[in-house]
């Protein structure tokens, strides 16, 4: 079970910060390079406490489907998303947002199973985990660079 933990800097508040990662547009932004985009459940707006999405995204030239429940939330401080149905065996993904130096310290915790047992394990170890963490990283990338250019307000 692998689990990726990133640690991202942003000069914006918490509440910023949260309600970017929750926001469905900017989920299908950052991830235009998978085309991602939500087809059922919430599509539009900000995700919240037991909100259900399914996104559809191309992954490694395969079209795939996977559906999350937000399953715990404190605002502005963290939310949890889970996988309920979808490629991976499992997966939780734990958001925080830390007051950190006047701005905010993003923490992502994505913690997964792969699917096909050994095979996955050694999916993991070949590419799959190191997919993961660049996809990740490019999404709180382009949440840093939304979240430090919106006027406050």
Known sequence: MPVIVLRTRVAAPPSRCFDLARDVELHQRSTAASRERAVAGVT???LGLGDEVTWEATHFGIRQRLTSRISEFDPPNRFVDEMIQGAFARFRHDHQF???DGGTEM???FDYT???GPLGRFADGLF????MTTLLRERNAYLKRAA???PLG
């Open 44 to 46: 539009s707006g900000l």
């Open 98 to 100: 830390l007051a950190a």
């Open 107 to 109: 923490v992502d915790i």
């Open 114 to 116: 792969s699917p096909l």
């Open 128 to 131: 799959l985990r190191r997919y």
């Open 148 to 150: 430090e250019s919106v």
